[in-house]
């Protein structure tokens, strides 16, 4: 075996794409992953991300724990400003340590390899297939919701129409990343237009008058008691619908200009997510007093319901495009979570490996995709994401913890974008609030979900932390390794600054299995 075809440049791909980034420094190029991503798409991963299903479904969840329609309000405002000050948290340490991977990554450099393994193996197992096959299952639902007017749509309809859709933009995406920005972009600018729709019908309602739940003596009359414990739980449930908001930093490597559109991207996206949420929630209350909201399982259709008439069929399709643009933009995201963890010796070496031609990381895309489909084999999804979601927000306060102990373990390290250290201070002490209440509130759902991950603990320390593994093992990995080449036409990229570093990196390179020079069909495809 030969290092040939890693060294090797990736040839432009058809359809204009752009020539890959070659690896800097060592006066050879590389194949590696492209930078693409300008600053319009970034905007639309970020918004495309965090408005997914949520705004349709999470009123419902706020409202009940909230307990009145102004508590509601304030907490979908108060959730958007902590979301920014998060994402600016992000944005220092995303411009810090510019890899992809997001808080895996940063968890990783800051805290060590097991406490970053930890992240990445609750990602893996649970978070990304099920978040993946619960907004797929939505996008199936809503599509066939016009077709069976008086029934559920059929169980075997949804999971097929949702495989449909996983495995189309598990293709597209596999293809080129322009193909899989330029769909998210069109997509995201859908899901808008709807949320703007259901902005100004809410504005033409104010305007008839129709604002009695709006009014302070109205909109502060609880229909149940007040409860500390629910008013977490309806800050968890409103968090849950500006999910996303982190996921631009899992693909720093392939922005253009990263030190510039990756924070501007997030100055941009939070203000204009935190603005179409409240007044579409705002909508929903001119129309729906917070009984009829409450009685919804899809707020959105039933405001559409109301105020539509004959042309209400525009909110199931409206989600529909929403939902599909999210399951795109979580593909896309999540797959590169994978790549990064590989390239770091924390999962299968083929999962680090892209495409020679088209620079996708194809395997990673796979891998992903299969993940969400076996997930749709299973029938208690929900169950799973409420397990996960405690710790999912755990690791935001660790990530958040890790930029004040960078700031004191590395002073003098260079920093593009420094903030306050206010800010984490801030975002600490909410998260400190939400998890500790929602640990009292919800024990048993919490200490689940903190017992599937440290389910990772022994597999760590067997998989990634024990070097002297038999030989049989590494030989029989390493075959595997090569059919999956084989099959997917990988190789592993080309060293470029900021990748691979630390031991781990050096042993993962060191152990490639890369493509044969004699084999002649994929060396010329790797020629450029």
Request: hydrophobic share 50%; aromatic share 12%.
């Amino acid at each position: 075996m030969t290092d040939g075809p890693r060294q090797r440049g990736c040839s432009a791909a058809s359809g204009g794409d752009a020539v890959a980034e070659s690896g800097k420094g060592s006066g050879e190029g590389g194949v590696a992953l492209k930078k693409e991503i300008g600053l319009v798409s970034a905007c639309g991963i970020i918004v495309g991300n965090i408005i997914g299903s949520g705004i349709f479904v999470s009123p419902k969840g706020v409202m009940e724990n909230a307990s009145s329609v102004g508590l509601a309000l304030i907490v979908w405002i108060v959730t958007g400003i902590i979301t920014a000050i998060g994402a600016l948290c992000y944005a220092e340490l995303g411009v810090t340590i510019p890899k992809s991977g997001g808080d895996y990554s940063y968890v990783k450099d800051i805290f060590g390899g097991l406490a970053g393994f930890l992240r990445l193996w609750i990602a893996v197992l649970v978070i990304y297939p099920t978040n993946q096959a619960v907004i797929a299952l939505t996008f199936s639902n809503y599509v066939l919701q016009p077709l069976f007017p008086t029934c559920f749509p059929p169980e075997n309809g949804l999971r097929l129409l949702a495989a449909v859709c996983l495995l189309l933009l598990t293709w597209v995406n596999c293809s080129s990343v322009r193909w899989a920005t330029r769909v998210q972009d069109i997509f995201t600018a859908g899901k808008l237009l709807a949320l703007a729709l259901i902005i100004i019908m809410g504005i033409v309602q104010i305007c008839k008058g129709e604002y009695y739940w709006l009014e302070p003596a109205h909109a502060f009359e609880p229909f149940q008691e007040y409860d500390v414990g629910l008013i977490a739980l309806a800050f968890l449930q409103g968090s849950f619908a500006y999910g996303g908001w982190n996921f631009l930093n899992y693909v720093t490597e392939e922005l253009v200009d990263p030190y510039v559109n990756l924070p501007r991207a997030i100055f941009i996206s939070i203000p204009l997510v935190t603005f179409v949420y409240v007044f579409a929630n705002i909508a929903y209350v001119t129309a729906m007093s917070p009984q009829e909201l409450l009685a919804s399982n899809a707020v959105a259709v039933t405001f559409g319901e109301k105020l539509l008439g004959v042309m209400s069929w525009i909110m199931p399709i409206s989600v529909a495009l929403s939902t599909f643009g999210g399951v795109n933009g979580s593909l896309f995201t999540s797959s590169r979570l994978f790549f990064a963890g590989a390239r770091e010796g924390h999962l299968p070496s083929l999962l680090a490996m892209i495409h020679v031609k088209r620079c996708t990381p194809i395997p990673a895309l796979l891998f992903t995709c299969l993940s969400t489909l076996l997930m749709l084999c299973t029938s208690d999804m929900y169950t799973l994401i409420n397990y996960v979601g405690f710790i999912n927000y755990l690791f935001y306060g660790v990530t958040v913890a890790g930029q004040i102990v960078l700031r004191i373990k590395a002073p003098d390290m260079h920093r593009p974008i420094r903030i306050s250290l206010v800010w984490p201070v801030i975002y600490l002490l909410f998260w400190a609030f939400l998890l500790i209440f929602s640990l009292y509130s919800e024990p048993i759902v919490c200490g689940l979900g903190m017992a599937i991950m440290l389910t990772g603990v022994p597999v760590y320390f067997l998989g990634v932390y024990w070097d002297n593994k038999p030989e049989c093992f590494n030989s029989f990995v390493a075959k595997m390794t090569y059919l999956g080449q084989k099959f997917c036409v990988v190789v592993y990229p080309g060293e470029t600054k900021g990748a691979g570093n630390g031991e781990e990196g050096e042993e993962l390179k060191e152990s490639q299995a890369p493509l044969s020079q004699d084999d002649g069909e994929t060396h010329k495809s790797a020629d450029c």
